[in-house]
Structures are given as structure tokens and as C-alpha cells.
């Protein structure tokens, strides 16, 4: 049997190992990839340090994929074929039993929920299977490094913005300058909305202008809720960073009937209610997307010129990459790519 390379999570906090492993046949409903890049995001923790009950080890992680289809199971509609370059996001499939998933929320359903990269194989390996019903088409105007990270930090980001309420035109603020927020700001300032950059320090002004954002505030020197309320009050204020008190800090900057977007995970943040219960204001998550909205969140970056800057690895670098999205370092995205 043909091998390929994989690399395994072998338990629960566990190290990366890089294996050799038979390359898979897919089953019924199931296309094979020959994966081209795969992105590394914080998400991939899950697996790595095993915060979901219930994964199975060893596991490969990885759900920012692209690659080219090379094998078709039985089942699969004809307009999959194989050459054909597509993407696979986090939403690995459907379970097909519930209403639950298919609506995205992943968590209430009752059956098997299929995740890529935590309930089955992803892609930090050559080859690897999916769900026709995971599949994104890939524009061919985007190489598989820039594509691989819109598969969850862009059709986060965009697909957000885009059922948030706001209209082009409204204050639309994000919080944070990094792998989520340099693509938020873009998405923002693409689709029409005064778009507001809040990061911490003045040295990121010049990056935030330069990704489209019309203002922006220092939180380090300067109230950021204050000075949201000076131009008028945020429609929306999308959340991007993992610090409950970057976010406590611009609540107050929300315009009335306005909406916090928190799509950077924090256990827990502390809400003014009445604030919240008087002016008509929410605080809503929002959870990545459906294969169709990653197709979708491709072809607006394609015709928006929304891109992610990223930093890429081969398969064999997997700890150095690994680490330099833990820790934060990268500028801003991290890729991995298969070429031998």
C-alpha cells in the first residue's frame, strides 16, 4: 500500500509525532485530497491538549485545508471531480440525523458531529478524506497558502461581519491587530464600513491604515469606549483578541441598539447590563461557518482583495510553526505546506 506523511497528536497534551501512514481510501459520500497547505490555528489546541471529551488519539489535526480531490467514493454528486481544487474548514460534515448542526451549532447536536481535526483526521498530512458536504471550491486566483487560512480565520471574520446588522457606512470597530483582526479590519473596510482599528500602542496605527481602517484608537494612552463615542458610537464591534478586559474596556463604546461580536475565545467577560438592557444593545458569538460560507468568504476576498499574511512552514517544521502561533509571534497567519 502507497504511505504518506502524517503528524499525530498521540494523547492529550501530547507531542506532535510524524508518522508514516497508509493513505486512505474514502468511503461512501467521501472525496480524498491530496493537501496542498494547511493552516495552523489556535483552534488545533482543541485537539492538542484535548479540550473536547471524547477525541480519539491519535488524532491529526488541522482544519484550514486545501488541496486538490485525486479519489471519489460512491455517493458523491458529480460536480466533485477529481483535479479539482478545493477547501475544507473547520465544519467537517454533517451529521445528517439533526437540524442542529446543519445550522452550524455544532455543540447541540445530538448525534455525530464530524469537526476537522478533532472528531476526524485533518490536514497536517499528505492526504487526507472529507465530506463532500465540507467542500469549499477554491478560487484559482488564490495559491493554497493564501487560501488555507480563510477556511476559518477569514470565513470567521467575514462571515460575521456580514450577519452582524451593520450596513456600509456604520462604525464598525475591531478589537485587535492580529491573525483574526488584520483580516476582520480588511473584511470591514471592503464591505463599505467606517471601520475602526483598536490595538494597543501607536506603533500599529500605521498597520491598521494600511488594512483599511479609516480611525484608530490606542487603548494603551487613550479610553477606547471614549473615543469610540466621540465618532458616534460602534454599530458593531467585532472582537478578535482572547483578553476579557480589552473587551470589558470598548463595551461602552457601543452606539445604542449596538452589538459586541466576540469571535476571540474567553471563559468568561464581565457585561454592564444595565447598560446593555437601556440602550437595547446585545453580546453575541458567532461561530465560523458552512462549507458554503467558506466558498463564499473566498470569492469576496478574491474580489475585494482581502488576503491574510502569513507565514509558511513544510510539514517537517511542524513544532517551530506550532509554537510561533501559541506564543503569538507570527505576523499573522501560519501555513503549512506539503511539497517534498
Known sequence: MAKMRAVEVVRAGGPFAMVEREIPEPESGMVRMKVQACGICHSDEVTKQGFFPGIQYPRVPGHEVVGVIDAVGANVPPRWKIGERVGVGWNGGYCGYCDSCRRGNFFACQTSTQITGVSRDGGY???????????????????????????????????????????????????????????????????????????????????????????????????????????????????????????????????????????????????????????SQQVKGWYSGTALDSQETLGFSVLSGVRSMNESFPLEKVNEAYDRMVKGTARFRVVLTMEN
Open 125 to 279: 498530512a499528505d492526504y487526507m478524506v472529507a465530506p463532500f458536504a465540507a467542500l469549499a471550491l477554491v478560487p484559482p486566483e488564490l495559491s493554497a497558502v493564501e487560501a488555507a487560512p480563510l477556511m476559518c480565520a477569514g470565513v470567521t471574520t467575514y462571515n460575521c461581519l456580514r450577519n452582524s446588522g451593520a450596513r456600509p457606512g456604520d462604525i464598525v470597530a475591531v478589537i485587535g491587530l492580529g491573525g483574526l483582526g488584520h483580516l476582520g479590519i480588511q473584511y470591514a473596510a471592503k464591505s463599505g464600513f467606517n471601520t475602526v482599528a483598536v490595538g494597543r500602542g501607536k506603533d500599529k496605527e500605521a498597520l491598521g491604515r494600511k488594512l483599511g481602517a479609516s480611525h484608530y484608537i490606542d487603548s494603551a494612552a487613550q479610553d477606547p469606549a471614549a473615543e469610540l463615542q466621540k465618532l458616534g458610537g460602534a454599530k458593531v464591534i467585532l472582537a478578535t483578541v482572547t483578553a476579557a478586559d480589552a473587551m470589558k474596556a470598548v463595551i461602552g463604546g457601543l452606539a445604542p441598539t449596538g452589538t459586541l461580536m466576540i469571535i476571540g475565545a474567553v471563559p468568561s467577560l464581565e457585561v454592564p447590563a444595565l447598560q446593555l438592557l437601556t440602550l
